[in-house]
């Protein structure tokens, strides 16, 4: 299991101050991460993740729901890896709306991220920085 380590190698006028960067190799394979603030976001509102990132891995993204009921973890959408020699800063906006719709009753949530090991590969990297959901109630 991999850890996360907080650093400020070739920061991009974007980053601030830090950012986090998980590296991945046969011995370290899987890293599993989640927000530790629960949101209340209203059913039917407009929400999204926004996140940059920079990855020669996959990453998985989810959408924790934490409800009376229990706690379930529900992937919603993968960033595919990009070539190591040409990797770049990227943002992206992932739309929520559907994934809270879809929640329990007085739902609260969380953000989750996980990634193993892409197959083939001896050594990868993911760099993430301002993760941010933002929503209108």
């Known amino acids: 299991l991999s850890n996360y380590e907080i650093?400020?190698?070739n920061l991009q006028p974007f980053n601030?101050?830090?950012?986090?960067k998980i590296s991945l190799?046969?011995?370290?394979?899987?890293w599993v991460a989640n927000t530790e603030t629960?949101?209340?976001i209203s059913k039917g509102r407009e929400a999204y993740l926004e996140i940059d990132y920079h990855n020669t891995n996959s990453l998985t993204t989810g959408l924790i729901y934490v409800s009376p009921a229990g706690v379930t973890n529900n992937i919603n959408i993968r960033l595919n890896a990009q070539?190591?020699?040409t990797v770049v800063w990227k943002k992206i906006y992932i739309e929520l709306r559907e994934l809270i719709g879809a929640s329990p009753n007085s739902s609260n949530f969380l953000q989750s991220f996980s990634c193993y090991l892409d197959p083939g590969q001896i050594s990868t990297e993911i760099?993430?920085?301002?993760?941010?959901?933002?929503?209108f109630n």
């Open 7 to 9: 650093v400020n190698e």
């Open 16 to 20: 601030g101050n830090l950012y986090a």
């Open 25 to 30: 190799n046969s011995a370290d394979s899987l």
């Open 38 to 40: 629960q949101l209340s």
């Open 83 to 85: 070539n190591p020699e």
């Open 127 to 135: 760099l993430i920085d301002n993760i941010k959901v933002v929503y």
